[in-house]
Protein backbone atom coordinates (compact mmCIF):
# COMPACT_ATOMS: atom_id res chain seq x y z
CA UNK A 1 0.00 0.00 0.00
CA UNK A 2 1.53 3.50 -0.99
CA UNK A 3 1.23 5.97 1.51
CA UNK A 4 -0.42 9.46 0.65
CA UNK A 5 1.98 12.16 -0.47
CA UNK A 6 2.04 14.22 2.99
CA UNK A 7 0.74 17.59 3.24
CA UNK A 8 0.90 21.42 4.45
CA UNK A 9 -2.58 23.16 5.63
CA UNK A 10 -3.34 26.44 5.14
CA UNK A 11 -1.67 28.57 7.79
CA UNK A 12 1.54 26.81 7.05
CA UNK A 13 0.88 27.67 3.60
CA UNK A 14 0.06 31.04 4.40
CA UNK A 15 3.58 31.19 5.96
CA UNK A 16 5.16 30.33 2.78
CA UNK A 17 3.61 32.89 0.73
CA UNK A 18 3.65 36.06 2.92
CA UNK A 19 -0.40 36.63 3.26
CA UNK A 20 -3.16 35.08 5.87
CA UNK A 21 -4.69 31.58 6.13
CA UNK A 22 -8.30 33.68 5.19
CA UNK A 23 -6.48 34.64 1.88
CA UNK A 24 -5.20 31.31 0.95
CA UNK A 25 -9.07 29.95 2.02
CA UNK A 26 -10.51 32.56 -0.62
CA UNK A 27 -8.37 31.62 -3.74
CA UNK A 28 -8.86 27.79 -3.20
CA UNK A 29 -12.37 28.96 -3.25
CA UNK A 30 -13.00 30.71 -6.36
CA UNK A 31 -10.84 27.69 -7.63
CA UNK A 32 -7.89 30.00 -8.28
CA UNK A 33 -5.52 27.85 -6.49
CA UNK A 34 -4.92 24.16 -6.55
CA UNK A 35 -5.89 22.17 -3.00
CA UNK A 36 -7.16 18.40 -1.48
CA UNK A 37 -9.90 18.49 0.92
CA UNK A 38 -9.75 15.59 2.84
CA UNK A 39 -11.80 15.24 6.39
CA UNK A 40 -13.55 18.88 5.38
CA UNK A 41 -9.76 20.71 5.46
CA UNK A 42 -7.59 22.27 2.81
CA UNK A 43 -4.63 20.43 2.39
CA UNK A 44 -1.46 21.27 0.11
CA UNK A 45 0.73 18.77 -1.93
CA UNK A 46 4.44 20.41 -2.61
CA UNK A 47 2.86 19.98 -6.14
CA UNK A 48 0.33 22.42 -5.12
CA UNK A 49 2.63 24.83 -3.58
CA UNK A 50 5.10 24.96 -6.85
CA UNK A 51 1.95 25.35 -9.06
CA UNK A 52 0.81 28.32 -6.67
CA UNK A 53 4.22 29.71 -6.38
CA UNK A 54 4.15 29.99 -10.55
CA UNK A 55 1.06 31.75 -10.70
CA UNK A 56 2.29 34.64 -9.26
CA UNK A 57 5.63 34.66 -10.89
CA UNK A 58 6.51 37.61 -13.64
CA UNK A 59 9.03 36.84 -16.16
CA UNK A 60 10.78 40.12 -18.05
CA UNK A 61 10.17 40.39 -21.43
CA UNK A 62 12.88 40.26 -24.24
CA UNK A 63 11.37 43.92 -25.92
CA UNK A 64 10.62 46.61 -22.76
CA UNK A 65 8.88 48.82 -25.13
CA UNK A 66 6.18 45.96 -25.89
CA UNK A 67 5.29 45.79 -22.07
CA UNK A 68 4.87 49.50 -22.11
CA UNK A 69 2.91 49.79 -25.06
CA UNK A 70 0.70 46.81 -23.79
CA UNK A 71 0.02 48.95 -20.08
CA UNK A 72 -0.81 52.01 -22.38
CA UNK A 73 -3.31 49.90 -24.37
CA UNK A 74 -4.80 48.35 -21.10
CA UNK A 75 -5.27 52.05 -19.78
CA UNK A 76 -6.77 53.22 -22.83
CA UNK A 77 -9.26 50.50 -22.34
CA UNK A 78 -9.97 51.63 -18.89
CA UNK A 79 -10.47 55.05 -19.63
CA UNK A 80 -12.96 54.09 -23.13
CA UNK A 81 -15.12 51.69 -20.86
CA UNK A 82 -16.55 55.05 -18.91
CA UNK A 83 -20.12 55.00 -20.41
CA UNK A 84 -21.93 50.87 -21.48
CA UNK A 85 -23.72 50.60 -24.17
CA UNK A 86 -26.39 48.34 -23.20
CA UNK A 87 -28.91 46.61 -26.16
CA UNK A 88 -32.22 48.41 -26.39
CA UNK A 89 -35.38 46.78 -26.00
CA UNK A 90 -37.28 45.89 -28.35
CA UNK A 91 -39.62 48.75 -28.95
CA UNK A 92 -36.89 50.84 -29.18
CA UNK A 93 -34.55 51.47 -32.34
CA UNK A 94 -31.02 51.50 -32.24
CA UNK A 95 -28.60 51.75 -28.94
CA UNK A 96 -29.31 53.29 -25.64
CA UNK A 97 -26.55 54.62 -23.60
CA UNK A 98 -27.09 53.52 -19.91
CA UNK A 99 -27.42 56.80 -17.65
CA UNK A 100 -25.64 57.67 -14.65
CA UNK A 101 -26.57 59.59 -11.33
CA UNK A 102 -25.29 63.19 -11.01
CA UNK A 103 -22.31 63.39 -7.61
CA UNK A 104 -23.84 64.46 -4.31
CA UNK A 105 -23.32 68.28 -3.61
CA UNK A 106 -20.87 69.30 -1.11
CA UNK A 107 -21.72 70.87 1.73
CA UNK A 108 -20.85 74.19 2.76
CA UNK A 109 -18.52 74.53 5.78
CA UNK A 110 -19.70 75.91 9.04
Known amino acids: ?13 AVILG ?3 RTVQDRCAAGTW ?3 MPA ?4 FTEEHVRHILALG ?13 GATEVKTARRTRRRRQVEAPPHV ?18
Open 1 to 13: MAFPEPTIGKEQL
Open 40 to 43: GSLR
Open 93 to 110: SGTVTQLRSKPAPRLAAP
Open 57 to 69: EKRPTDNPTESRA
Open 34 to 36: PFT
Open 19 to 21: CSP
